[in-house]
């Protein structure tokens, strides 16, 4: 019978299949892991350090074991790199076809009956949104899938696709005249019938959410479920297990009611003039809500006049539209689908308005025109054990940051994941000599003004060694604008800054250019991947702890305080680890690459918690002077 050992090693199926294949020992102890836990139906957390190619490591037992698995990933665009490249290599090497699927959440897929309502009306569109609708329609006849991926000439953020893709709230279900061609179902079909379904975490959540609610489920019973990226799993299930209220669903609502209404009934002309009186009471709640944008405590508003009578009257303007509603909906299975989701969304109101709970915090997100209503629950722990026992799987947990200083604690309990088995790998890279860790001495504390100003002083001469080549990355948009807004002037090298353009295509464009800089925040600190010496440098400017004021976290500490426990030592701090963990993570990503890490936050070095950042690291040399960054820089190039 194969082992994980006889694929992975040397003389082994992988290292004929794939040029310059290098065994990784950790590679292999950790897939052997992971073979005897499946062997005694086991869970298990493992964290395998950069390098270690940890999804071979688990998609060789999974597809050995035989058995019924899902693994989820982090992102849609890992999702589709497992699914479309290293899935089919391993089980070439195997010897062993699978039937397999990859399943999305149903924003990704197009919707036939949603394209034609938009086909239908599109007064109101841009020439670039009615471009594309043509682009759409032919490639909705060609397609098997419907995953709006393939579509690679259609941005990932254009408006049009909000319109040509369903949600839970407008899906027709049973009643939708595509119903026998729908991608939406067809995905789920294949996965339920799939020997290995590659999903991601949002899907897997959402899933859980339906199970919880009696609405069924998205994906298929399982034997093994494994989470890659796992880190990021509390984070996600906390905002999950919320429950959220948005003007954007309020407006697709309005949007959606007078559709129907001009298709399936057009004579009752008190109807639309209802619908914009909603229209209006959502502007004068986002109005009273104030102009800041950002997330503050509900309980910050709540109490104004102003804040009370817009809630009020929208509830009220929702409740004018439902009692025409019920008068017709039976019309037709838009109007019907719009009166269920109007008494949906004043039951959420009414809801949000009424709720007090110890156990949850309510708060506001307010973001540009918009606002979000959230109730997010302080521990999530209890939830995700119930509603993962609906699965009755064991369980791989498994990424390259999950410790702080070698402790799992902070992960598992979390999760609620009590004692369960865990081990972790370290990178096979050899980090004491591909990279070196800068901490400039002399930093001033990272409140005071002008800090971001100092960072570009300690950066500059950095950069001018390493000829551009670097990420800087940032704890906040406000020091990212302040930096982009200042570098330029300050280098010579091509800049390319977070905004300007999507992710994917930023990263693509720092990749073909020879000496260049990119500026980014939160979604540059992990998942992304550039190897070679495109990328020799990462400057980080601050400890990545969360904003203070953020009323989640702020809930969550209060909550700590009242348990007895220290809120910074339990929480705060073994989240920045984990963050700071995955920024480092960008620098070295081949055994051939070298680098420089510069932190500049002074709290790492004059800080008692300062050595819980530095143990969590990669083991790499430590300097302060730079001179001895020059000199790394030199004997990597002159290969000395």
Known sequence: MLTPTDIL??????????????????QIEMSETIASAIERQESLICEAGTGTGKTFAYLVPAILSGRKVIISTGTRHLQDQLYLRDLKIVQQAIGRALHTALLKGRANYLCLHRLDLVESDTGGMNAANISHLHTIRNWSQQTVSGDLAELTNLPEDASVRKFITSTTENCLGQECGHINDCFIFRARREANEADLTVVNHHLLLSDMALREQGYGELLPIADIVIFDEAHQLPELASEFFSTTLSSHQFNDWVR???????TEAADMPDFPQVLDKVDTAIRQLRLALGVQEGRISWYQVSEQQEVQQ????????????????????????????????CITLMDALDSYLETRSEEQVQWLELRGNGFLLHQTPLDIADT??????????????????????????????????????HQSWESPFDFPNQALLYLPAGMPDPRSDGYTD?????????????????????????????????????????????????KTELLESFRRTPHAVLL??????????????????????????????????????????????????DYQLPEAVITLKQGVGRLIRDAGDYGVLMICDPR?????????FLRSLPPMQHTALIEQVQKFLQSHETGS
């Open 256 to 262: 959606d009611s007078k559709q129907a209404y001009f």
């Open 384 to 421: 995700y054990q119930s509603r993962m026992a609906e699965y009755d799987c064991l369980c791989i947990y498994t990424s390259a940051t999950l410790t702080v200083k070698g402790n799992f604690d902070h992960f598992a309990n979390q999760l609620g994941l009590g004692r369960l088995p």
């Open 454 to 502: 100092k960072v570009l002083d300690a950066a500059i001469p950095v950069l001018q060694m390493t000829r551009g080549r670097a990420f800087l990355l940032f704890t906040s948009h406000r020091a990212l604008q302040l930096a982009a807004a200042a570098i330029t002037d300050r280098i010579k090298f091509p800049v390319f800054v977070q905004g300007d353009a999507p």
């Open 604 to 612: 790492i070095v004059n800080k008692a918690y300062g050595k819980t």
């Open 310 to 341: 817009a809630m009020t009257r929208l509830l009220d303007r929702c409740y004018e539209a439902h009692q025409l509603l019920e008068g017709f909906a039976n019309r037709g299975k838009e109007l019907d689908s719009c009166f269920k989701r």
């Open 520 to 569: 980014g925040t939160q979604s540059f600190w992990e998942g992304v991947d550039v190897k070679g010496q495109a990328l020799t440098c990462v400057i980080i400017d601050k400890l990545p702890f969360a904003t203070p004021d953020d009323p989640v976290l702020k809930a969550r500490m209060k909550k700590l305080e009242e348990q007895g426990r220290n809120p910074f030592m």
């Open 9 to 26: 090693s040397a003389d082994g199926p992988l290292a004929e299949l794939i040029p310059d294949y290098s065994v990784r020992p950790q």
